[in-house]
């Protein structure tokens, strides 16, 4: 059985840096393509990050661009979310997921854990 477990979250203030871990079993963690995204309250899952399975690429939502950055530790099966600068518009629940697929479509993604929240204030 798969399971994705993210930790890290908490209340930071605006400008603060947060780091998201994202820990996987039940897969063969190395093939999987793992990503992050998020939701605020009444608005849609949005994709944060992602991290290519075959050679570590990363790509990111237009939003986080330039303030978090995405990696992996395969030996620990681990994935990583690094946030930096926060601002209020970044407070929602983050979800890690992983695909065997290219797309970054939400639809693409098998397997995702429960979400961890992060709530960001002045």
């Known amino acids: 059985q798969v399971q994705l477990v993210e930790s890290g979250g908490g209340s930071v203030q605006v400008g603060g840096s947060v780091r998201l871990s994202c820990a996987a079993s039940g897969l063969l963690f190395s093939t999987y393509t793992l990503g992050w995204f998020r939701q605020a309250p009444g608005k849609e899952r949005e994709f944060v990050a992602r991290?290519?399975?075959?050679?570590?690429?990363?790509d990111y939502g237009d939003s986080v661009k330039g303030r978090f950055t995405i990696s992996r530790e395969n030996a620990k099966n681990t994935v990583y979310l690094q946030m930096d600068s926060l601002k209020p518009e970044d407070t929602s629940v983050y979800y890690c997921?992983?695909?065997?697929?290219?797309?970054?479509?939400?639809?693409?993604?098998?397997?995702w854990g429960q979400g961890t929240q992060v709530t960001v204030s002045s």
């Open positions: 991290i290519l399975w075959i050679n570590d690429g990363t």
């Open positions: 997921a992983a695909t065997k697929a290219f797309s970054r479509a939400q639809g693409s993604w098998q397997h």
